[in-house]
């Protein structure tokens, strides 16, 4: 079927930056959105970012001016480049890529999730 295996996670000091990576392998005719989420402790799953097949994107407000969402189709991965970390963006990330198959349906999966701890 399909993979999707997440990569970059780590821990960073606060005003630094990190790039997490999401890679889907597997039997793939195209893939739409793709996106992530993230979880912190105590606080329920919240979007992040997503980037359609378009390019058309989206962010969060506490993403935006500081995160970059981007995708590689060739390489079936997304990407999300952190800048300015604060110490509130701890979290366990996640990816998620809507593929769509032989079939011509789409299905959500999504990666293990890669924790970001951001503190001095």
């Known amino acids: 079927q399909v993979q999707v295996v997440e990569s970059g996670g780590g821990l960073v000091q606060p005003g630094g930056s990190l790039g997490l990576s999401c890679a889907a392998s597997?039997?793939?005719?195209?893939?739409?959105?793709m996106g992530w989420y993230r979880q912190a402790p105590g606080k329920q799953r919240e979007l992040v970012a997503w980037i359609a097949n378009s390019g058309r994107t989206y962010y969060a407000d506490f993403a935006k001016g500081r995160f970059t969402i981007s995708r590689d189709n060739a390489k079936s991965t997304v990407y999300l480049q952190m800048y300015s970390l604060k110490p509130e963006d701890t979290a366990v990330y996640y990816c998620?890529?809507?593929?769509?198959?032989?079939?011509?349906?789409?299905?959500?999966?999504w990666g293990q999730g890669t924790q970001v701890t951001v503190s001095s």
């Open positions: 597997g039997r793939i005719f195209d893939i739409r959105d």
């Open positions: 998620y890529q809507d593929v769509v198959g032989i079939s011509g349906t789409g299905e959500y999966y």
